[in-house]
């Protein structure tokens, strides 16, 4: 309000204004006000005027996901659903590879230690935004190199051994140990998975006789 002369200013509600007795306060309610001003001009004539503040909602996105992921592997995460929302991803420590723009996306994760998974919200006609973010723990997963012959005479055996330090090892023969005794022909491979819950494949290994 700007009226040279105006005088005995009074706002209502008070509430969410720094000052109800000057023309131009600043006003921050917490929700949606209708406000009224009385005030008397240079002639001290009365006059009462009113102002819609609307508040609109701020979003609060909140991530949905896993927190403990394989380096190398694609990992899918969302947040919760806002209507004409604009959603703007960034994944700090990996490759958005879909869904950007969307509530959904698919990140595979580099070989770090570390990665930071950020969303940014923003309600649909405002300037109104939300943030979430997720720390990401990004374990290694490395396959399993398979050692041993490949080949064997009849009647005898070989032992296939996969690299050490896995906390579980599948067999395609189904044995559960780190080295695996084989007396015929085949292909051989073993599925590994690491302390930190990552799993991989190693490389198929063919024994003839």
């Known amino acids: 309000m700007n009226l040279p002369g105006a005088h005995a200013i009074k706002w209502s509600p008070g509430a969410g204004l720094n000052n109800d007795a000057i023309g131009n306060p600043k006003a921050s309610p917490a929700i949606t006000t209708h406000y009224s001003v009385s005030f008397l001009d240079s002639r001290?004539?009365?006059?009462?005027?009113?102002?819609?503040?609307?508040?609109?909602p701020r979003p609060k996105p909140v991530i949905a996901g896993s927190a403990n992921v394989c380096s190398g592997q694609d990992f899918f995460y969302t947040v919760n659903h806002l209507p004409g929302a604009t959603y703007l991803w960034t994944a700090t420590g990996g490759t958005i590879q879909s869904g950007q723009g969307t509530e959904n996306i698919g990140v595979q994760w580099s070989n770090g230690i570390t990665g930071i998974l950020q969303i940014d919200v923003t309600a649909s006609g405002t300037t109104c935004s939300g943030t979430s973010i997720l720390l990401i723990t990004i374990n290694p997963a490395i396959s399993a190199k398979v050692s041993g012959a490949d080949t064997i005479c009849e009647g005898?055996?070989?032992?296939?051994?996969?690299?050490?330090?896995?906390?579980?090892?599948?067999?395609?023969?189904?044995?559960?140990?780190?080295?695996?005794?084989?007396?015929?022909?085949?292909?051989?491979?073993?599925?590994?998975?690491?302390?930190?819950?990552?799993?991989?494949?190693?490389d198929t290994v063919s024994v003839g006789v």
């Open 44 to 56: 001290n004539c009365a006059f009462l005027d009113t102002v819609l503040i609307v508040v609109n």
């Open 156 to 202: 005898e055996s070989d032992t296939l051994t996969a690299t050490a330090g896995y906390a579980k090892y599948e067999w395609s023969n189904g044995d559960s140990l780190q080295s695996i005794k084989v007396t015929k022909a085949g292909d051989y491979y073993v599925k590994t998975t690491s302390a930190g819950g990552c799993v991989t494949y190693s």
